[in-house]
Every structure is written in structure tokens, then in C-alpha cells.
């Protein structure tokens, strides 16, 4: 089985390239306008819960569980040590950028710093009375390994944030990590001395880690403000489902025309490196101008302008141009914000509710359309685009096969939907398929002819 690999930000560009303040600023007043819903902190201020020694938070994406830690949940008198811990080094250099002191006291100046570090980079930038030691779940595991280095990490350690914990369990379950294991038993284990605060926007891991290890949530408290009716958070506008990867294309056709004259972006997620090739083959067929972007550990290495994309993206939160859908997988599903203004489209080319919900979640604002893979028949019915051509015809056998072929319409497995089935989805979108028999070129044939009448 394959170990688990953290991802890793480059710094390999000579050219340092910053946040765009205006679009973080255009990001925020996007936000400020989502029809008088609450962040999280503001919803917590309302229902006054009582937060114990292990406490498990469940917030959408976008709710502002940042502001909730820095302004609720650390006391304002608060002097001792404060440990973040990440799932991987993309969501831990994002919070404390490791070799760039520059910016990190830049950000420091302007407020958006609380004294972060971490074990390679020491220096502390701000003027908050504690301090905040930012790891991953794989290095804290290291450090309970070693009795010394144990002492010295948590002797004057109050407070515990844990970040994207669902992803524990699943990191864990990679074979041999026994770091990973020994952070899962103390983090999930009671502290008469601290506080451990763990969040997530999808719970189906942790209770799956409490079905396979009865007695982990003993001890933790749950807040539940996922479906909090005035909680913020991002929506999908319109959902589509498929069952296979070949369906994209008539999405893609429909969506071409606005992609090219507004300079619409979309994002793609698979699990695997071969599924991205596939996604990047049909969209290039498509018409549009696809980038695939995988982990800078696997064994087959990303191009150079792969990894100039991966720096952009991370260090700007933009897609670069040319570039109009970005297609990435497990490597890069969590740990960073897509801030783009031009973001319309997501596609999940997985059923893993959790693969789904943290890959969405690099879009930071509403989506226009989803398109989303099931396994269950699908649950909504395809749309034939219906060519003018074949309108109003006699279609023999020849040219039914000629339509369905240029249609392109696929099966959950893959297989090209046939006339028969081509007729029933005419049928239920309005228009008439009449059965008769027609001569063509002096031949008598039996044929089906669609008519528009009743289109509705």
C-alpha cells in the first residue's frame, strides 16, 4: 500500500509573487453581501455553547472558522503556547510561509498574523502575548515519539487546534505510519490542562473512526453547525449528475461559449493521475485549456510549467492564465483557497462524499454548476442537444447510428446510449418521435421521424 506523502511548497521561482490585494479585497466584499447570514463566531456569540477539553466543531467551508479561533476561542489574556496542527505542509506553509520572513512580517504588521512559527523556521512576528506553533499531524506524531522532545512541545501548551481532522483517520490508515497513529490516541484522548478544539466540514471519517475503534469520541463534545440555517456558506447553484467521465462532454460544449468570452474558469477533481489525463483529453477536444497539477512527491514528476502553475496558484490563488480549468487530485483536494473571481464550474469525478466536500472547498465563493459522479442510477435525466439536422427526417437504421454516435451520450459504464434510449430522453424533453415507413433513395424503410410540435 502506498505510504502517505506530504505535500510540499515549492520556492523555486526567482520572481516572489504576493496575494493580490484587490482581489482579496473584491473576495471580501463578495462575502460581506451573502443576504445577512452569520460567520461562525457570530452564530457561537448567539447560541453561547459551553466548549469542554475535547471539542469537535462541524462548520461549512466559508463560515470563517479563523476568525472564530483567533477571536473566541483564544482568551484574550491568553500567555501560554498554542499548537495549530495541519493534514499536510500546503496548509501549514499557507498559515506561515516557512522561508519567507519578509512576508510574514509584513502580514504581522497588518493584522493578519498572530505570532505563528514553526520547528524549522522559529522567528515570531506580532505582538500577541502567545505564541503559535503550526505542525503537521506527521511531525506532532513524531514529537510524542520522543519522551525529550514530547516534554519540550507541550510542557507549556494550553490550547490545541486541529485542522482538517477528518483526514487523520484516513492518513493513518496508510500502512506503517505509526506517527499518525500515536497523534489519533493522544489528541483524541483527555487533558485535565488543555483544550482541543478539532474542525471539519464533513464528519463521515471521525464516524467511521468511532465505528472501527469504539471509545475515540469518549471524551469529545459535538457542535454541529453544518445545516445552522444562518451559518455563511458557499453554495451550489445547479448540480448535475453523471455516471461516467465521458458524460462531461455535453456540459462542456454548453459552457464553452461563455468560458471564451467572459473568461470563465472551472476546477476538476479525480482521485488518479490516469483520470486526469482523461478529464485534460476530452476538455482539450472540447475546446478548452486544460492543467493538471499532481503531488510534487510522485514518482512521475510534474513539468515546469506544472510546477509554475503550483507556485502561482498556491502563492496567489488564482489560476494563471492561459489556463481555464484546473484539474487536480487527492494531493491537492485540501490546504489551500481558490480565490479567482472567474470560478463557475466544479467538477467531482469521484462518489467520496469527503473527497467531494474538501476538493469543493478550494472554491471560495458560489458555484454556477456542479457536476458531480454517483453511482446510482443517475439521478437526474441526461439532456439530448438535439442537432437541427436530424429534425423533421426520416432516420433509418444508418442514421440513427450516425445520431447517436454524434451524440456521444454514455452509460454509467462507459458504453454509448443507443437509439432506443436516444428516443426515450427525446420523448420526455417534449418533442414527438413518430414511427412510419418512408422510401429513401427507392427503398422502403421502416423509420423514426422527431418533430418539434409539442417541444417543451
Known sequence: ???????????????????????????????????????LSEVVDIEKPE???????????????SHLIEKRLIPDNCSHDIIYLTSNTALKDSVCPPNDNGLRKSLAEKGKSIKFYTSHNKKRYGNKPYNVHVMTYHEF???LDIPAKKRSLLENVKIIFCDEIHSLPTYESYEGNKTLLLARS????????????YFTATKKNIDNLELSKPGTLEYVKIFDYLN????????????????????????????????????????????????????????TFEGYT????????????????????????????????????????????????????????????????TEQIQALGRIRRDIDLLIC??????????????????????????RK?????????????GRIVKWPTIKKLLIKQGYNVIEKTATIDGERYRVSVITVDDLI
Open 1 to 39: 500500500m502506498k505510504k502517505y506523502q506530504e505535500i510540499n511548497i515549492i520556492d523555486d521561482l526567482n520572481e516572489k509573487i504576493e496575494l493580490d490585494e484587490e482581489l482579496i479585497q473584491e473576495y471580501e466584499v463578495e462575502r460581506a453581501s451573502l443576504y445577512n447570514k452569520l460567520y
Open 51 to 65: 466548549f469542554g477539553s475535547n471539542n469537535l466543531i462541524l462548520a461549512p467551508v466559508g463560515s470563517g472558522k
Open 141 to 143: 506524531g513524531n514529537h
Open 186 to 197: 493522544w489528541l483524541f484522548d483527555k487533558h485535565e490542562d488543555k483544550k482541543i478544539y
Open 228 to 283: 445552522h440555517p444562518k451559518i455563511r456558506k458557499y453554495i451550489v447553484k445547479s448540480t448535475y449528475f453523471i455516471n461516467h467521465i465521458e458524460q462531461l462532454r455535453p456540459h462542456l460544449k454548453a459552457k464553452l461559449s461563455s468560458f471564451n468570452y467572459y473568461g470563465y474558469k472551472g476546477l476538476a477533481f479525480t482521485p488518479r493521475i490516469e483520470e486526469q489525463r482523461k478529464i485534460s483529453e476530452i476538455a
Open 290 to 353: 486544460p492543467i493538471i497539477l499532481w503531488s510534487i512527491n510522485n514518482e512521475e514528476k510534474m513539468s515546469e510549467e506544472q510546477l509554475r502553475v503550483r507556485t502561482f496558484l498556491l502563492r496567489t490563488g488564482r489560476i494563471p492564465e492561459p489556463y481555464n480549468l484546473l484539474i487536480i487530485n487527492g494531493a491537492m483536494q485540501e490546504g489551500w483557497n481558490l480565490l479567482d473571481s472567474k470560478m463557475r464550474l466544479a467538477i467531482m469525478d469521484t462518489t467520496d462524499v
Open 373 to 398: 459522479k454517483t453511482n446510482d442510477e443517475i439521478k437526474n435525466e441526461q439532456k439530448v442537444y438535439l442537432p437541427e439536422e436530424y429534425i423533421d427526417i426520416p432516420l433509418n437504421n444508418e
Open 401 to 413: 447510428i450516425d445520431l447517436y454516435m454524434r451524440l456521444n451520450l454514455t452509460d454509467k459504464n
